[in-house]
C-alpha cells in the first residue's frame, strides 16, 4: 500500500512539473509574440518601448507561475508529517507515556504487596539446654499460621518437649494442635490488614486516572506544539514566496530604469520592499526555529532517546485551514461527573479515605481477642472428635485491652473527617471547575471562527485590490508605493489568519481536554 501512495505521489508530481513547464513555455511565447515589431517601423526606440511596457504585463502571470512551480519543486524533497502520525509517536515511545505504565505497575506491586499480609506463614522456634552433663530441656516448635482474608486465622503446630526440668505449663514428649484466633469486638468488621488491601485496589483504579491525566496533559501539550510548528512554518513560506515576488519585481524594475521608463525612486521603492520582507522572513524563521526546538521535546525513539526534528519535516498546513464541527457542549458537560480522570481519581480518593474512616471507627472498640486450640498428645491424633474430648483437650485464651480516654483514637478519627469533607469539597470545586473550562473553550472556539472567516474575508478582498492594483500599474496609472501597500496588507492579514488557524486549533482540543474524552488521549 505504501508503494501505491507513492507512485501515485510521483504520478502527480510530474503531472504538475509537466504542467509548470507548460506554462511557463506560454509565458515565454507570450513575451516574444507580444514583444514583436509592427511592420513598417524598425527603429530601436520604438524596440525598446514596446518591450518595456509587454514586459510589465507579463509580471502577474510570470509570478503566478513561479510561485505555482516553486511549490510542487520544493514539495519534492519534503516528508509531510501528518498530526496523527506525531500523536501516535508520542504514545509510543514519550517518557510521560511509559512513566504512566510504571504507575499502573506500582499499583499492581502495591496490591501484590497488600496481599502478601494473608500469605500462609510457617514458623518454627526450637531451644535447649544442658549444664554439667544435665539435660535440662529442648523445646520445638514449628508452627503454620493461614490467614483467611476474614476476622478468623486459623493455625496448626505441634510442641516437642523434652528433659528433666521442663516447665510445667508444657506436656512432655509431643502435643500437636489445631486453633483459631477471632478478635470478638475491635477487628471484627476491619483490621489494617483487610483495609490496606481494600485500599491497595481503589489505589489500582486512582493510578489508572492519574495516568489517563497524565496522558491526556501530554496529548494536548503535544498537540498544541504541533500546530504552533505548522504556524510558524506556514508563516515563514509565506514570507519566502513574497521574497521571490519581490525580488523578482526588483528586477524587472530595474531593467525598466535601465530603459529609462522608470524613475530611480521606484528602484529603491522595490528594494526597499524586498528588504522589508526579508526582515520579517528573518523573525519568522527565528520563530520557527524555536516551535522546532518546543516540538522535538516530544520526539523520542523506541530506545528512548531523544532527537531533534529533521529538516526534511514539513506540517500538515491543509489540516491547519480546516474548519472541524464542534462537540456537543450540553454533553460534554453532563459527562464531566461520570467520565473524566480528575473526577474519578477524587472519587477513588474518597474510597480510600473511607476506608480508613472505618478502620478509625473500629478503634474505638475495645480489643478482645479469642484464641482456642484443639489438643492433642502425639501427632494430630484427631480421628474421634466429640464434645466429651473438646471439653477435655484444649487450650483457651482471651486478650483484652481497653483504652480510658480515647484520645489518640478520637483525634485520628476527627482527623479523617476532616480529610474526607476536604477532598468532598474539592470534588465539587473541581468538577465545577472542569465544567467551565468546557463551556469558556468553546465560546473561545466558537469566536475564533467568527474571526477566522472575517480575516479570511478580508484577505480575499486586499488579494482582489493587489490584483486590481497590479493591472493599474501595468497601465501606468498607479504607483509602486500603492502596490507595496497592498501587499504589506495582505502579508498583514496573512499573519493574523495563520495566528487565528492555530488558536482555533488549540481552542477545539482544549474542549476535549477540558471533557477528558478519550479523544484528546
Given at each position: 500500500?505504501?508503494?501505491?501512495?507513492?507512485?501515485?505521489?510521483?504520478?502527480?508530481?510530474?503531472?504538475?512539473?509537466?504542467?509548470?513547464?507548460?506554462?511557463?513555455?506560454?509565458?515565454?511565447?507570450?513575451?516574444?509574440?507580444?514583444?514583436?515589431?509592427?511592420?513598417?517601423?524598425n527603429n530601436s526606440t520604438q524596440r525598446?518601448?514596446?518591450?518595456?511596457?509587454?514586459?510589465?504585463?507579463?509580471?502577474?502571470?510570470?509570478?503566478?507561475?513561479?510561485?505555482?512551480?516553486?511549490?510542487?519543486?520544493?514539495?519534492?524533497?519534503?516528508?509531510?508529517?501528518?498530526?496523527?502520525?506525531?500523536?501516535?509517536?508520542?504514545?509510543?515511545?514519550?517518557?510521560?507515556?511509559?512513566?504512566?505504565?510504571?504507575?499502573?505497575?506500582?499499583?499492581?506491586?502495591?496490591?501484590?504487596?497488600?496481599?502478601?499480609?494473608?500469605?500462609?506463614?510457617?514458623?518454627?522456634?526450637?531451644?535447649?539446654?544442658?549444664?554439667?552433663?544435665?539435660?535440662?530441656?529442648?523445646?520445638?516448635?514449628?508452627?503454620?499460621?493461614?490467614?483467611?482474608?476474614?476476622?478468623?486465622?486459623?493455625?496448626?503446630?505441634?510442641?516437642?518437649?523434652?528433659?528433666?526440668?521442663?516447665?510445667?505449663?508444657?506436656?512432655?514428649?509431643?502435643?500437636?494442635?489445631?486453633?483459631?484466633?477471632?478478635?470478638?469486638?475491635?477487628?471484627?468488621?476491619t483490621d489494617k490488614k483487610r483495609t490496606?488491601?481494600?485500599?491497595?485496589?481503589?489505589?489500582?483504579?486512582?493510578?489508572?486516572?492519574?495516568?489517563?491525566?497524565?496522558?491526556?496533559?501530554?496529548?494536548?501539550?503535544?498537540?498544541?506544539?504541533?500546530?504552533?510548528?505548522?504556524?510558524?512554518?506556514?508563516?515563514?513560506?509565506?514570507?519566502?514566496?513574497?521574497?521571490?515576488?519581490?525580488?523578482?519585481?526588483?528586477?524587472?524594475?530595474?531593467?525598466?530604469?535601465?530603459?529609462?521608463?522608470?524613475?530611480?525612486?521606484?528602484?529603491?521603492?522595490?528594494?526597499?520592499?524586498?528588504?522589508?520582507?526579508?526582515?520579517?522572513?528573518?523573525?519568522?524563521?527565528?520563530?520557527l526555529n524555536k516551535k522546532i526546538v518546543?516540538?522535538?521535546?516530544?520526539?523520542?525513539?523506541?530506545?528512548?532517546?531523544?532527537?531533534?526534528?529533521?529538516?526534511?519535516?514539513?506540517?500538515?498546513?491543509?489540516?491547519?485551514?480546516?474548519?472541524?464541527?464542534?462537540?456537543?457542549?450540553?454533553?460534554?458537560?453532563?459527562?464531566?461527573?461520570?467520565?473524566?480522570?480528575?473526577?474519578?481519581?477524587?472519587?477513588?480518593?474518597?474510597?480510600?479515605?473511607?476506608?480508613?474512616?472505618?478502620?478509625?471507627?473500629?478503634?474505638?472498640?475495645?480489643?478482645?481477642?479469642?484464641?482456642?486450640?484443639?489438643?492433642?498428645?502425639?501427632?494430630?491424633?484427631?480421628?474421634?472428635?466429640?464434645?466429651?474430648?473438646?471439653?477435655?483437650?484444649?487450650?483457651?485464651?482471651?486478650?483484652?485491652?481497653?483504652?480510658?480516654?480515647?484520645?489518640?483514637?478520637?483525634?485520628?478519627?476527627?482527623?479523617?473527617?476532616?480529610?474526607?469533607?476536604?477532598?468532598?469539597?474539592?470534588?465539587?470545586?473541581?468538577?465545577?471547575?472542569?465544567?467551565?473550562?468546557?463551556?469558556?473553550?468553546?465560546?473561545?472556539?466558537?469566536?475564533?471562527?467568527?474571526?477566522?472567516?472575517?480575516?479570511?474575508?478580508?484577505?480575499?478582498?486586499?488579494?482582489?485590490?493587489?490584483?486590481?492594483?497590479?493591472?493599474?500599474?501595468?497601465?501606468?496609472?498607479?504607483?509602486?508605493?500603492?502596490?507595496?501597500?497592498?501587499?504589506?496588507?495582505?502579508?498583514?492579514?496573512?499573519?493574523?489568519?495563520?495566528?487565528?488557524?492555530?488558536?482555533?486549533?488549540?481552542?477545539?482540543?482544549?474542549?476535549?481536554?477540558?471533557?477528558?474524552?478519550?479523544?484528546?488521549?
Open positions: 500500500m505504501a508503494g501505491a501512495v507513492a507512485h501515485r505521489r510521483r504520478g502527480r508530481r510530474h503531472y504538475a512539473l509537466e504542467r509548470c513547464t507548460g506554462l511557463l513555455r506560454i509565458v515565454e511565447e507570450h513575451k516574444r509574440v507580444s514583444t514583436g515589431i509592427l511592420p513598417g517601423r525598446e518601448e514596446t518591450m518595456t511596457r509587454m514586459l510589465f504585463k507579463n509580471i502577474s502571470v510570470t509570478l503566478l507561475v513561479l510561485w505555482t512551480c516553486r511549490g510542487v519543486a520544493s514539495a519534492q524533497d519534503k516528508q509531510l508529517l501528518t498530526e496523527e502520525t506525531f500523536v501516535q509517536q508520542v504514545k509510543q515511545y514519550h517518557p510521560v507515556v511509559k512513566q504512566g505504565d510504571l504507575l499502573t505497575q506500582k499499583a499492581e506491586a502495591d496490591l501484590l504487596t497488600a496481599r502478601g499480609a494473608f500469605d500462609p506463614v510457617l514458623d518454627a522456634a526450637t531451644s535447649a539446654k544442658t549444664l554439667d552433663g544435665v539435660d535440662y530441656y529442648q523445646y520445638t516448635n514449628p508452627e503454620l499460621k493461614i490467614p483467611t482474608g476474614t476476622p478468623i486465622n486459623l493455625k496448626a503446630g505441634y510442641e516437642k518437649s523434652n528433659g528433666q526440668y521442663i516447665n510445667p505449663e508444657r506436656t512432655k514428649g509431643v502435643a500437636s494442635y489445631i486453633g483459631i484466633e477471632i478478635p470478638l469486638l475491635n477487628g471484627l468488621l490496606a488491601l481494600r485500599q491497595a485496589g481503589i489505589y489500582r483504579q486512582l493510578n489508572t486516572q492519574e495516568r489517563l491525566l497524565m496522558i491526556n496533559d501530554l496529548l494536548f501539550d503535544a498537540r498544541s506544539a504541533y500546530w504552533e510548528w505548522a504556524g510558524a512554518w506556514y508563516l515563514y513560506r509565506v514570507y519566502t514566496n513574497y521574497i521571490e515576488i519581490a525580488d523578482k519585481r526588483t528586477m524587472l524594475i530595474s531593467l525598466s530604469f535601465k530603459h529609462g521608463d522608470r524613475a530611480m525612486a521606484d528602484t529603491m521603492e522595490a528594494r526597499a520592499q524586498l528588504q522589508n520582507i526579508k526582515l520579517m522572513q528573518a523573525g519568522a524563521l527565528a520563530e518546543d516540538l522535538s521535546a516530544f520526539l523520542w525513539t523506541a530506545d528512548e532517546t531523544p532527537y531533534l526534528l529533521p529538516e526534511s519535516f514539513v506540517p500538515d498546513t491543509l489540516a491547519l485551514a480546516t474548519i472541524q464541527p464542534l462537540p456537543d457542549t450540553a454533553v460534554l458537560v453532563a459527562g464531566v461527573g461520570n467520565a473524566h480522570p480528575a473526577v474519578q481519581a477524587a472519587r477513588y480518593k474518597l474510597g480510600i479515605l473511607e476506608a480508613e474512616r472505618k478502620l478509625k471507627r473500629q478503634n474505638f472498640l475495645p480489643v478482645v481477642n479469642l484464641q482456642a486450640n484443639l489438643l492433642s498428645k502425639d501427632y494430630y491424633q484427631y480421628k474421634n472428635v466429640s464434645w466429651p474430648y473438646l471439653e477435655n483437650n484444649y487450650k483457651l485464651g482471651f486478650n483484652v485491652k481497653l483504652p480510658l480516654l480515647w484520645r489518640q483514637e478520637r483525634g485520628e478519627y476527627k482527623n479523617v473527617l476532616i480529610k474526607i469533607r476536604d477532598n468532598n469539597l474539592e470534588l465539587q470545586k473541581k468538577q465545577w471547575d472542569l465544567q467551565n473550562k468546557i463551556r469558556k473553550y468553546y465560546t473561545e472556539t466558537v469566536q475564533l471562527q467568527h474571526q477566522l472567516q472575517a480575516a479570511r474575508e478580508m484577505n480575499s478582498a486586499y488579494t482582489f485590490l493587489l490584483k486590481n492594483e497590479e493591472l493599474k500599474f501595468t497601465q501606468g496609472e498607479s504607483s509602486l508605493f500603492l502596490i507595496n501597500a497592498r501587499e504589506n496588507k495582505i502579508l498583514e492579514i496573512q499573519q493574523k489568519v495563520i495566528e487565528l488557524q492555530v488558536k482555533y486549533r488549540k481552542a477545539t482540543y482544549a474542549i476535549q481536554w477540558a471533557a477528558g474524552s478519550p479523544a484528546a488521549q
